[in-house]
């Protein structure tokens, strides 16, 4: 109500201008746009504010102490909410890897302000609640307990992939710290560290199929385990030490054939490298997103497997935009517009910046 009448309201509208104050109308379908509203109008001075609204004869309008320390609350509980949401929705940057440290941070801020909130308690459960919800096979797999009714949730198991925990290792601006410095037990900690280390080697490891033995590509996560990279150790040790092996079956032209040892040594060799990379790539210095592409020389494995998993969209934003741009397009008098038209218009329009 506020935002609406002062902004209808030019005389309050100029006033709070010449004190450097303004508030934006809240716009019904992005929540974040209220939570603005409402934090431009928390940034007011209260007798300012209330001085304002009984010059106009507004004494409904007028915040108490009460409904100041409710606002400050709400803005404090949804300040990790907006942050994410304006930064997971970007266009031109990496966004996949915000969302592990994001849902991570959010989950101990609302544990935090359920305990010191006063009036907004039943509002932090309702949102641990949802978030539980949404999030919990996540949140499982940080080792973050979470009740036996919430995982029937439909939704409980939507960001449990793997994804979301190499994706944030790759980012060079968090890598282990967002695990390393949150409230996590520090057993816990050691334990994922050692487990994203394991997954972004399996996942570099991957590739390397994809690149030597399996040129169509179609090499699938579960065929690249941890016991698959055991075995390949294993049999190089059996190899090296003579002994484990069954006679090789004569054939003609065996002389083409490329030796065993030699394709399983590299694969070894390979899975030294990978680690040796994570090792130097989590002692280095700059903690920039843009490291492992800086570095993709010094980086080879984490570069190449970078460009796979941080390419993917924290979420469907960049996607609605283009809808949104086709549908400016797309009037009254532009209504004869055929379907191949309107996407090379719309490919034109939302790819102008890289073709000027």
């Known amino acids: 109500s506020l935002s609406i009448y002062f902004n209808k309201s030019i005389t309050i509208a100029e006033k709070l201008q010449n004190e450097k104050f303004s508030i934006p109308e809240a716009i019904v379908t992005r929540w974040n746009s209220q939570f603005l509203t409402v934090s431009k109008v928390v940034d007011i001075p209260n007798t300012l504010l209330n001085d304002l609204l009984n010059e106009q004869k507004k004494t409904e309008l007028l915040l108490s ?45 609302l544990e935090n302000e359920s305990r010191i909130c006063k009036h907004t308690k039943p509002l932090c459960h309702a949102l641990m609640t949802s978030l539980l919800a949404r999030f919990g096979g996540f949140l499982l797999n940080l080792e973050i307990p979470v009740d036996d009714h919430v995982k029937h949730r439909n939704t409980f198991n939507l960001f449990s992939d793997d994804i979301f925990l190499v994706a944030s290792f790759l980012d060079g601006q968090f890598r282990l710290r967002w695990i390393i410095q949150s409230a996590l037990p520090l057993d816990t900690k050691d334990r994922l560290c050692e487990k994203i280390k394991n997954l972004v080697a399996l996942w570099a490891f991957q590739l390397i199929g994809c690149n030597t033995d399996n040129q169509d590509g179609n090499v699938t996560q579960a065929e690249v385990t941890t016991s698959t990279v055991d075995n390949v150790l294993l049999c190089t040790k059996d190899i090296c030490d003579g002994g484990g092996l069954t006679p090789k079956r004569k054939s003609l032209f065996s002389y083409c054939e490329a030796p065993q040892t030699e394709s399983k040594k590299l694969r070894v060799d390979a899975m030294n490298e990978i680690k040796e990379e994570i090792m130097l790539f989590l002692k280095d210095p700059r903690y920039e997103t843009s490291l492992i592409f800086d570095k993709k020389n010094h980086f080879p494995y984490l570069h190449r497997l970078a460009l796979r998993v941080l390419c993917v969209p924290a979420t469907s934003a960049p996607a609605e935009r283009i809808f949104s741009k086709s549908g400016l397009l797309m009037t009254p008098h532009r209504s004869r517009l055929s379907t191949d038209t309107l996407s090379k218009l719309t490919f034109v329009k939302c790819n102008v910046t890289l073709i000027c």
Not at 69 to 75: G, K, Q, S, T, Y
Not at 80 to 95: K, M, N, V, W, Y
Not at 96 to 105: H, K, N, Q, R, Y
Request: net charge negative; aromatic share 12%.
């Open 65 to 109: 102490t009460k409904d100041l320390a409710v606002l400050r609350e709400f803005i404090s509980i949804f300040t990790l909410f907006a942050e994410a949401t304006t930064r997971t929705q970007a266009e031109q940057s990496i966004s996949i890897s915000l969302v592990g440290p994001s849902i991570l941070a959010i989950y101990y801020d």
